[in-house]
């Protein structure tokens, strides 16, 4: 066994320690029908499907998948009259976040080939953003999702 696949085993078992955590809620897969963007808001086609699990952001892509881990390194008080919904009433907002980023390319992958899904989420989520100002509607999530051929376990 090389080294790469020695770290990328140990990356593995890390972020299944994080998703598998009693009390965590539970994973989803979201799809991606036109909202997500980089960060210069232009479409990611190429992202299939998202999700998120305390500190860990991922994209499940046609070639692979990217881990992103943030923590906040610094913090601003801000005036208590401009609050914002996500502080949930705090006084203080994230000045400088860390993001580390990990992209793994699932080699001979057959980039075109069908996503499944199953264990649907109830409702779904409108959205308009830069990325998509006409709106992107219903969009769903699912407990689980894979593609024949490129990954043997689902989720």
């Not at 066994?1 to 770290?7: G, K």
């Not at 998948?65 to 906040?72: F, G």
């Not at 203080?92 to 390319?105: G, L, T, W």
């Not at 992958?109 to 830069?130: D, F, R, S, V």
Request: glycine share 10%; proline share 8%; aromatic share 10%.
């Amino acid at each position: 066994m090389d080294i790469r696949t020695i770290i990328l085993l140990g990356f593995n078992c890390w972020t299944l320690n994080i998703v598998g955590m009693p009390g965590q809620p539970p994973v989803f897969f979201t799809e991606n029908k036109g909202q997500v963007s980089d960060q210069h808001h232009q479409p990611r086609p190429d992202v299939r499907f998202y999700g998120t699990q305390g500190p860990l952001n991922f994209h499940i892509t046609d070639m692979g998948i990217s881990y992103q881990l943030s923590r906040v390194e610094t913090w601003r008080k801000t005036d208590p009259r401009d609050a914002y919904p996500e502080n949930h009433g705090s006084d203080k907002v994230p000045d400088q976040i860390r993001i580390h980023r990990i992209d793994i390319a699932w080699p001979g992958c057959n980039a075109h080939g069908p996503w499944l899904t199953a264990n649907e989420q109830k409702g779904h989520t409108n959205y308009y953003l830069e990325v998509c100002p006409d709106g992107v509607l219903d969009v769903r999530s699912y407990g689980d999702q894979w593609c024949p051929g490129k990954v043997e376990n689902r989720s």
